[in-house]
């Protein structure tokens, strides 16, 4: 075979092959290693080994003793969140979640097997395991008690409490206690098993519920209530004494020793004894939250509230160290991706975050400059607002000149530079926003000699109230998609005295610069229009009333309804004419043949609280950034690679290009089917002879990914045939060794 001559496109190609291979394709990959959620169970199994559970990311989980982390995030489901964490050694442990059941793990965290599921009358409780094998659940709604002896295979009924009953706690398979609400004047009480759930006897009443148990070495027991401090127990239940009054809701209570531990309670306080409860002593914390500890005194503790964040506490307590005082973890607002390996992202409190190896190592500068109003061209030459001013750097921020003044079109209490965006070298806009005690007003500004000098647009929104009454409107996806041509949607509501409130959506679009500005609802034959994105002058889609997905081609003159939505999008955002990504408050959808199909995805965020904005180099090089440090990035347009994956829709037959293409020496193809049927893709060579099955098998409806291997194979031109009942089509791809 000749040597292969390395041709501007294949230099392209190859460039992007060895970016691919850097990622796993599995969809979204987060290359920040860094989460910031709260943490509401934990566990030391040895006194090097730490797991944590809490927030959105399944089990965070440290060797080290808490200077190094890694995160466990491949559950199921953790939008709720998990609660309760019991390990049984470094391997086997359970862990639950009210609304989402409970699972457990054989293989220290890796991955993880549901073992109870929730439905509407029976959401987690409380869990109690003995040992791996034998454990207790308490459900909630129906508040029954389940017992399994066979690691969660099965279940079996011990009991059906007629109480309100909040929690259990077991320290052997016959002996437990649970704790009761009793409805009046938020009190409770404890009562307590000797035959393993099939009866109960009282034991104490206390004046708020139990929040945790603990068992001591000398079998001891602790009990936590919400707000009234810490009780003991010396005689298995018989009797209580009180060890400590503190309102403990905001915290936790951790066991070092037999005489040693900590309470953590509101205000940002810990108490901590040696002497077994005689005595305590007070310290401060960064926030509220929870203190985990092994029984060599290390401690960790999670900050809860606006602090969020891993601290390790030495045993002395006169230093508390942030473990990641040192990473990426701001609110991320924008990013500028200029190529295959570069890119900023830009977050609050002034800092950038910068790339030139794909997001392999990140580094996080300070500029001074405000992110909310940040472009950049390329790598040097950048615009950012800094208070009032617009600034230009040439050397990548590390310097800045005033280009520009802008004053408040009103003597407000707030001023605000956002959304700056160069169309040119020298055309841009920008949004600026004022507000006072009862009104807000925002203004688009353009320039056309590069930030000099700035002009109205023509488009502005005003809002205001008092008492009863209040009117509001909002510049909803403004977008000139060139020096003449804009589009934008202005939202509007008004509450009346009668509490009653309007709203309404005009599109708006200018072919002059902003001169004048004309509605485009009658053309669009709607009054409901919630968002848009533009491609070019013409070619743009919108999302309408009852979830209608629209499209048009001559700059609004005239709109085709592509689909219909599942859910109404928050976000519109279009990669080009066929790849658009339609974003919601639940989930992400993605389309690769302008709206005709969708496939969902969920690259393991919370859309209410995680994500910011979504951006792509091209179809299939994206990032997702969010709050929290979150950096997301995928190779494959989102999709996960996978051999069949019927949730996907399909209204009609499609075969897509496979990617990549050309290829080396994987590829992969996805393809729609609208009905069930029998269902065939093979490989042809130049000659039309078969090189290779892939499908040959009775699919569902919906759309499905398969890859293809020419490790065998010699480079050249190849075709693949998706055949069905009613639907035949070919296409090219090339193998390029």
């Not at 830009?346 to 109003?373: P, R």
């Not at 029998?678 to 042809?684: D, P, R």
């Amino acid at each position: 075979m000749k040597p292969l001559k390395l041709t501007p496109v294949l230099i392209l190609f190859l460039s992007l092959l060895l970016t691919n291979l850097s990622y796993p394709q599995t969809g979204w990959v987060s290359i920040n290693d860094y989460r910031s959620y709260y943490y509401l169970d934990g566990q030391f199994v040895n006194n090097n080994t730490i797991y944590l559970c809490g927030g959105f990311n399944g089990i965070a989980k440290s060797t080290d003793k808490g200077v190094s982390w890694v995160w466990k995030s491949n559950i199921v489901d953790t939008y709720n969140g998990f609660s309760d964490l019991q390990f049984f050694n470094e391997q086997n442990g359970v862990m639950c979640g009210e609304y989402i059941g409970v699972y457990k793990t054989s293989n220290a965290g890796d991955t993880w097997q549901k073992i109870y599921s929730t439905g509407d009358q029976s959401y987690v409780g409380s869990v109690s395991f003995i040992n791996a094998n034998t454990g207790f659940l308490l459900t909630k709604g129906q508040t029954k008690l389940l017992k399994t002896t066979d690691a969660g295979e099965s279940w079996n009924e011990i009991y059906s409490f007629s109480s309100m009953t909040n929690k259990i706690f077991f320290i052997n398979a016959e002996t437990g206690f649970r704790n009761d609400y009793m409805g009046n004047n938020q009190s409770s009480q404890i009562l307590k098993t000797t035959d393993g759930g099939a009866s109960w006897t009282y034991s104490y009443s206390v004046p708020f519920d139990i929040k945790q148990f603990e068992k001591l070495n000398d079998g001891s027991i602790l009990a936590m209530t919400y707000s009234a401090g810490l009780i003991k127990s010396t005689d298995f239940g018989s009797t209580w004494v009180t060890l400590l009054d503190a309102n403990a809701s905001a915290g936790n209570l951790s066991v070092i020793n037999q005489n040693n531990f900590i309470v953590t309670h509101y205000g940002n306080k810990a108490k901590y004894t040696t002497d077994g409860g005689l005595t305590w002593s007070e310290k401060d914390l960064p926030a509220n939250g929870n203190i985990f500890t092994n029984t060599s005194g290390d401690i960790i503790f999670s900050a809860g509230d606006f602090q969020r964040g891993l601290y390790k506490i030495n045993n002395n307590w006169n230093q508390i160290e942030d473990v990641f005082k040192n990473s990426i973890r701001q609110n991320l607002t924008d990013i500028k991706i200029f190529d295959y390996n570069n890119f900023y992202i830009f977050a609050d409190s002034n800092y950038v975050i910068k790339s030139t190896n794909g997001g392999v190592s990140l580094s996080k500068e300070n500029w001074g400059a405000s992110t909310a109003a940040v472009y950049f061209k390329d790598m040097n030459n950048g615009y950012a607002a800094i208070g009032k001013k617009i600034c230009r750097t040439q050397n990548a921020g590390a310097s800045w000149d005033t280009i520009s003044n802008l004053s408040p079109y009103y003597q407000g209490q707030y001023f605000e530079i956002s959304n700056m965006h160069f169309l040119t070298d020298n055309f841009a806009y920008l949004t600026i926003a004022n507000s006072g005690m009862q009104w807000s007003s925002r203004q688009i500004l353009f320039t056309t000699d590069g930030g000099y000098n700035w002009h109205s647009s023509g488009v502005s929104s005003y809002s205001s109230g008092s008492g009863t009454y209040y009117s509001s409107q909002s510049i909803v996806d403004f977008k000139m998609t060139s020096q003449s041509t804009g589009y934008y949607i202005l939202a509007a509501s008004t509450s009346s005295q009668f509490g009653q409130t309007t709203y309404s959506y005009e599109l708006r679009k200018t072919s002059n610069g902003g001169n004048n500005w004309i509605s485009l609802n009658t053309n669009i034959n709607t009054q409901k229009i919630y968002h848009i994105d533009f491609i070019n002058d013409n070619t743009g889609y919108a999302s309408i009333d009852s979830n209608r997905f629209m499209k048009t081609i001559d700059g609004g003159a005239t709109w085709i309804l592509k689909n219909y939505l599942s859910s109404s999008p928050e976000q519109i955002y279009m990669i080009d004419e066929m790849n658009i990504y339609n974003v919601s408050v639940e989930k992400f959808y993605r389309t690769r043949n302008g709206g005709i199909t969708w496939e969902v995805q969920n690259p393991g965020i919370n859309m209410t609280s995680g994500y910011n904005k979504i951006s792509f180099l091209n179809s299939d090089i994206g990032y997702i950034i969010g709050r929290d440090g979150t950096i997301l990035k995928t190779t494959t347009g989102g999709t996960v690679l996978i051999g069949n994956n019927n949730s996907l829709t399909a209204d009609k037959y499609f075969l897509s290009q496979n990617y990549p293409n050309p290829f080396n020496p994987e590829t992969k193809i996805q393809f729609s089917i609208p009905k069930n049927g029998l269902v065939k893709i093979v490989v042809y060579d130049m000659l039309g002879r078969e090189v290779k099955e892939l499908v040959n098998e009775f699919k569902q409806q919906g759309s499905y990914n398969v890859s293809f291997n020419g490790a065998s194979l010699s480079s050249g031109i190849y075709f693949y045939k998706l055949i069905t009942d009613d639907f035949v089509e070919t296409k090219k791809m090339i193998l390029v060794k």
